[in-house]
């Protein structure tokens, strides 16, 4: 199916989860709306808790459903609707046109296969004429491009023989294997050390622009938004808040949400590096408060905001917050 230049790549709209467990229901996600475009790198952000990975998890059905419950307007990819695939197309996408890297790579690769045998088998997976051996080949040159040293050994070694940085190497040399269109990357840095995450996330950068994939970046960092992202998604109790242009969404923040998360930051200009946290913590979300959910942590907040849900406002074509007061904010 070939889509239209306005289709975007990816279309998520009003996507909705939750998690029923014995005596609550979770409202993980409540009713987002995301759109990547070919080739761009949108970032989502937001505190622990907000969404984001049950977000990136629903859009190739990665999440085991019950206990999750997910529903949809429109959930496409390529124009292609994804709710109706059958798992094995599903699986012909994941690792093919959308590579996925997680934070915690133990947990995403499989302790008893080579670092090479699992690279190889990603490529097997989508090669119309599966070859083992030019596939374990591919496995040494995607180790090496990675960054990887001695990638022609390290391919015989298993996941706990590689380092942290070197098994989210692994992870990114897997993602791109297939020449993607969209990297899901969830917190692909956090595990890491310092140092490390510097390196990783060139890597990823350089990665994306020699695939020229589209990049989900999720994180909690926005020092790495600042530097890589086009677009910055913030969520907040399981739904957007707000959505800009990366310097737009530094320069004028339009939600109060927003600037906490940015107050937060330690700051290049100022002698001091004192922080600001947003004080309160995010809600229960088998019991989120009415009205905004953010009101209870809001300095701005008023009456309306304890009894009216905002919705999320257009204030220009690429921008949206769901503040009652965003014109104030301007
Ligand atoms: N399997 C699950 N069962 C119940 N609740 C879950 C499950 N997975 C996630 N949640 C809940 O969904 C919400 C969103 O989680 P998540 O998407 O992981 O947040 P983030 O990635 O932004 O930190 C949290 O309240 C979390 O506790
Ligand atoms: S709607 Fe009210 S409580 Fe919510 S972010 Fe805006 S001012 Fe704060
Ligand atoms: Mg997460």
Do not use: W
């Not at 040494?140 to 380092?163: C, I, N, T």
């Not at 989900?216 to 959505?243: F, Q």
């Not at 979300?285 to 905002?310: Q, S």
């Amino acid at each position: 199916m070939t889509a239209s230049p306005h289709t975007p790549l990816l279309r998520i709209e009003n996507l909705s989860v939750d998690f029923r467990t014995d005596d609550a229901v979770v409202h993980a996600v409540d009713g987002v709306d995301l759109e990547v475009d070919a080739g761009e790198i949108v970032a989502v952000v937001g505190e622990s808790g907000s969404g984001k990975t049950v977000t990136a998890m629903s859009v190739l059905r990665l999440l085991r459903e019950p206990p999750a419950r997910v529903s949809a307007r429109t959930l496409a990819f390529r124009g292609q609707d994804l709710r109706g695939l059958s798992p094995r197309a599903l699986r012909a996408i994941r690792g093919g046109p959308v590579g996925m890297i997680f934070q915690d790579p133990m947990t995403a690769l499989n302790p008893v296969l080579s670092i090479g045998d699992q690279i190889a088998e990603t490529v097997l997976l989508h090669q119309r004429k599966p070859d083992r051996k030019a596939a374990r080949a591919r496995a040494v040159e995607l180790l090496g491009l990675v960054g990887v040293p001695d990638a022609a050994q390290r391919v015989k070694q298993y996941p706990h023989e590689f380092s942290g940085g070197m098994r989210q190497r692994a992870m990114i040399a897997m993602a791109i294997a297939n020449d993607p269109d969209l990297i899901i990357a969830d917190e692909p840095t956090t595990a890491l050390d310092v140092t490390i995450q510097a390196q990783v996330l060139q890597l990823l950068q350089k990665a994306q622009r020699e695939t020229g994939a589209a990049t989900i970046l999720i994180t909690h960092d926005l020092g790495i938004v600042a530097e890589l992202a086009d677009r910055v998604v913030v969520m907040y109790a399981g739904r957007v808040v707000e959505t800009a242009g990366v310097v737009e969404l530094f320069a004028k923040p339009r939600h109060p949400y927003t600037l906490g998360l940015l107050a937060s930051l330690p700051r290049m200009d100022t002698e001091t590096d004192r922080l600001d946290p947003i004080p309160g913590n995010p809600p229960n979300m088998a019991a989120p408060p009415p009205g905004c959910p953010f009101h209870p942590r809001c300095a701005l907040a008023r009456d309306v905001c304890r009894t009216d849900r905002p919705p999320l406002f257009e204030i220009s074509p690429d921008r949206r917050s769901a503040c009652h007061f965003h014109e104030e904010l301007a």
